[in-house]
């Protein structure tokens, strides 16, 4: 990140969870009360019918759909996609900023810095299917973020941009260590833990393409309709879909992804790698073809045409089979619910 420690300024953080406070929750909850940000927890069917959590302000199904929301009242229940109505709570609230993260996640220092839209970074463009992990270390086995088609993982780092011109990334993605970000092929055969180096940070434009996830990220206000992160498929590919679908939308804007440092580190929840493994076959199998697809889109460019661009890329999903149908409502929904908070 760049810029002195002048904290988040006016952000929220937003998390979703079916479980009691963690020892994540906490730190996030005691790191909002002291910097005066909205800390957004998200419920669902599982989770406690009582939380409490100084600092938070907790959410759970009666709540999200009293908020009046077309949105909240449409979109299913048991899904980790329901962090969209934290998103579209965020933005009713004002705020500039919004940062993602997840139950799983602790904050190292740097998370609370100062975060800033425009910054100076090794810029990348035109090079394809980008491995941005090897930017951020020299382990002799290599080491990729989930959603990187995996005949990609051996690619070489493209030559990187260096100069003194501030890029415009107002999708922000922080790594994440002793846990990463990383596929259930990648945990069945490496060992974990695994930290990555400090470096300075990477930005992804035109023609370049890296998955992203949903549990450090952090949004400008231009780009807070691109959050959506849609139901209609598998629960390990909805956050690295929506990457696909915002790094096409942000192309026509002039928009940079950047990929920053380390700012948390996760002690990850129980979970079952075969049932990951199998939860991410379609990624496996189609993120290739979905970028590919997506790229060939003609999608409208400017600030005031992202909803009509977002309904565009998924009309695309939809086409290629790989997101239900069912989906197109909730998107059309998701967007005039934005519509409405902006104008």
């Not at 079916?18 to 599982?46: C, N, Q, S, W």
Request: hydrophobic share 40%; charged share 20%.
């Amino acid at each position: 990140m760049t810029g002195p420690t002048e904290g988040i300024g006016a952000g929220a953080l937003v998390v979703t969870t079916i479980g009691h406070p963690t020892a994540a929750m906490r730190a996030l909850a005691r790191g909002a009360l002291d910097r005066g940000l909205e800390f957004i927890v998200i419920g669902d069917e599982k989770s406690p019918a009582h939380f409490d959590l100084e600092g938070a302000t907790f959410y759970d199904l009666d709540a999200q759909r009293g908020t009046g929301m077309a949105f909240a009242s449409r979109c299913p229940t048991r899904h980790y996609a329901r962090k969209n109505i934290g998103y579209l709570l965020a933005m009713q609230k004002g705020v500039d900023i919004i940062v993602e993260t997840d139950d799983d996640n602790l904050p190292l220092p740097g998370f609370w810095d100062r975060r800033d839209r425009h910054v100076r970074a090794a810029a990348v463009a035109q090079a394809g299917w980008v491995n941005v992990y090897r930017h951020f270390s020299d382990a002799d086995a290599p080491i990729w973020p989930r959603g990187l088609p995996l005949n990609a993982v051996s690619n070489a780092l493209p030559d990187l941009v260096v100069g003194d011109r501030m890029i415009d990334c107002p999708i922000q993605q922080g790594l994440v260590n002793e846990d990463p970000d990383v596929d259930a092929v990648y945990r069945l055969i490496e060992r974990l833990p695994f930290t990555f180096d400090q470096r300075p940070p990477i930005a992804l434009g035109k023609g370049s393409w890296s998955p992203f996830n949903s549990q450090n990220t952090t949004w400008f206000a231009d780009a807070f309709p691109l959050l959506y992160l849609p139901f209609h498929c598998s629960f390990r590919v909805t956050d690295i879909w929506r990457s696909f679908v915002a790094q096409r939308i942000a192309w026509e804007n002039g928009w940079s992804i950047l990929f920053h440092q380390a700012t948390v580190w996760q002690e990850r929840n129980e979970h079952d790698l075969m049932a990951d493994f199998e939860d991410e076959i379609p990624g496996y199998l189609h993120n290739r073809r979905i970028g590919e697809a997506l790229a060939a889109l003609p999608v409208p460019s400017g600030t005031g045409r992202i909803g009509d661009a977002l309904l565009m890329c998924y009309e695309e999903l939809i086409r290629l089979g790989v997101v239900g149908r069912e989906e197109f409502d909730l998107v059309e929904s998701w967007v005039s619910d934005c519509e409405a908070i902006g104008g």
